[in-house]
């Protein structure tokens, strides 16, 4: 073990957080791409901890769930009733022995806490060679925090609770975070030693803090670099001030690495998406899951990518793609949907009010306007007019239907699956294709157009309709005459 590396992380994942009045427990509250608690078991894993140990008790099964699909290497503890972050510890320590070396212990509901900061928490207490160093942020309204009691020559003296604290000392800034570093053979004996004499009846873990102090032994702080890193998830309101805060320490990530935000009060992105250099994204567009966009691509104004590739120079404009494949110079939109499965080969275009689910668009082709595209394959230079419909499902199944490279389907065409148009074959307008065409041929596949005569003069007498009929009727009577 390194100097610098914990022997162990506790995190205590144990509580209710009713709160939040959910279904769900708090701790699966998602945010920028991951859940509170995956957001703290992805910053505390860097730390590369010899053991990882994490305290479960309310929706025990579907907490460990989640550790394990994120974290398979943890260790679980089940905190048998709820008896305070010193009775979690405890249980820690009962179940797996004292674990000499340094022990961070951090809640489940800080999801704002980065590695490095935790690694700084690590590293200034192994560096001091302290009993217990607390994690502080000065904040500019302290209110229900504890507050960081320090001596005339700034050395650390402990933590005092709101409810004990003098008027004077509730305006200290300096907080403590709720994260500590401890020396964990001395942890194993302070836990036992807890008192529980409060309203409450539980088992504080800043006791061990104060107990360490009054013990003689060394305790000091390490500074939160940003404050906003300690405000932990208490509610939806929390939630939602975590969701702001970590999507703008994002997006100045991607900003200083290249990337252009047009607007970013208004975009939102994941921790899992991947941006190109000299990608532009445009306001009120959002990024989710696997999503990777090529250099140069410009995505929005108004777009919603989920777990979807786009490639170099491709241009999107009010989209919305999920599980899509879209290739480089590819133009989307506006107004388009793309569903799971569709794959758009270089240089394409996918137009206005177009949806395309389960199909392929080879290179060079266009879907521009106003079209259906389900389970179809669209050749290279293909043109698909406004209006296409490929009615894909029979009521019982779905069929593929084929559209060959430089092929022409005319507007309102109907492609009844399963059908193939042949490499360079066209379809006349308002066809209903039930039957293949074959490369080069032209299908037709409507009724004979028949006028009936003076049918709206005989039919619709004393309508606006038959006014203009008859006018148009004498005009031309008189050009003849």
């Not at 570093?181 to 061990?208: M, S, W």
């Not at 100045?252 to 935000?261: H, K, L, S």
């Amino acid at each position: 073990m390194s100097e610098s590396r914990p022997a162990a992380i506790i995190i205590l994942a144990a509580g209710e957080g009713t709160r939040m009045k959910s279904r769900t427990p708090k701790l699966l509250h998602t945010f920028c791409g991951r859940s509170i608690l995956g957001h703290v078991l992805a910053a505390v894993r860097e730390q590369r901890p010899d053991r990882l140990v994490v305290v479960v008790g309310h929706a025990r099964d579907q907490i460990a769930a989640q550790v394990r699909d994120l974290a398979p290497e943890a260790l679980l503890v089940t905190q048998e009733r709820q008896g305070g972050t010193g009775h979690a510890v405890r249980s820690v320590l009962n179940q797996l022995g004292s674990m000499p070396g340094t022990v961070l212990v951090t809640n489940g509901d800080n999801p704002l806490i980065r590695s490095q900061t935790f690694s700084e928490l690590a590293v200034g207490h192994n560096n001091a060679g302290n009993a217990v160093t607390v994690l502080t942020a000065r904040v500019p309204r302290p209110a229900g925090y504890g507050r960081i009691h320090r001596a005339a020559t700034g050395a650390f003296i402990g933590i005092i609770e709101e409810p004990d604290a003098t008027p004077g000392q509730r305006e200290i800034d300096e907080v403590n975070s709720g994260s500590y570093a401890f020396d964990g053979t001395l942890l194993a004996d302070v836990i036992k030693r807890i008192p529980a004499d409060n309203a409450l009846g539980q088992e504080y873990l800043t006791d061990a803090v104060a107990l360490l102090v009054a013990d003689g032994y060394r305790a000091g702080t390490v500074l939160a670099g940003d404050p906003a890193e300690i405000e932990g998830v208490n509610d939806r309101v929390f939630l939602a001030r975590a969701r702001r805060t970590y999507n703008r320490w994002l997006l100045e990530e991607w900003m200083r690495a290249g990337v252009t935000i047009v607007d970013p009060e208004s975009t939102w992105i994941d921790v899992t998406v991947k941006i190109g250099q000299d990608a532009e994204i445009g306001p009120e567009t959002q990024l989710e899951g696997a999503t990777v966009i090529g250099e140069g691509a410009r995505i929005g104004p108004g777009c919603l990518l989920v777990d979807t590739t786009v490639g170099e120079d491709a241009v999107l404009l009010h989209a919305v793609c999920r599980q899509a494949e879209i290739g480089p110079r590819v133009t989307v939109g506006p107004f388009a949907y793309l569903r799971p499965g569709a794959s758009i080969a270089a240089d394409a275009h996918i137009g206005t009010y177009v949806e395309l689910k389960k199909s392929t668009v080879g290179p060079g082709a266009k879907v521009p306007h106003l079209s259906y595209v389900g389970d179809a394959r669209i050749g290279a230079g293909a043109n698909i007019g406004a209006g296409v419909i490929f009615a894909n499902y029979d009521g019982v199944a779905k069929h593929q239907t084929t559209v060959g490279e430089h092929a022409f389907v005319g507007s309102n065409t109907v492609l009844v699956a399963p059908v193939t148009i042949g490499d360079g074959a066209y379809t006349a307008a308002g066809s209903v294709i039930i039957d293949d065409v074959p490369a080069g041929d032209l299908g037709i596949a409507r009724g004979k157009q028949h006028n009936s005569d003076g049918w709206v003069v005989r039919n619709r007498e004393e309508t606006r309709s038959a006014d203009a009929a008859k006018r148009d009727r004498s005009d031309h009577e008189i050009e003849r005459s």
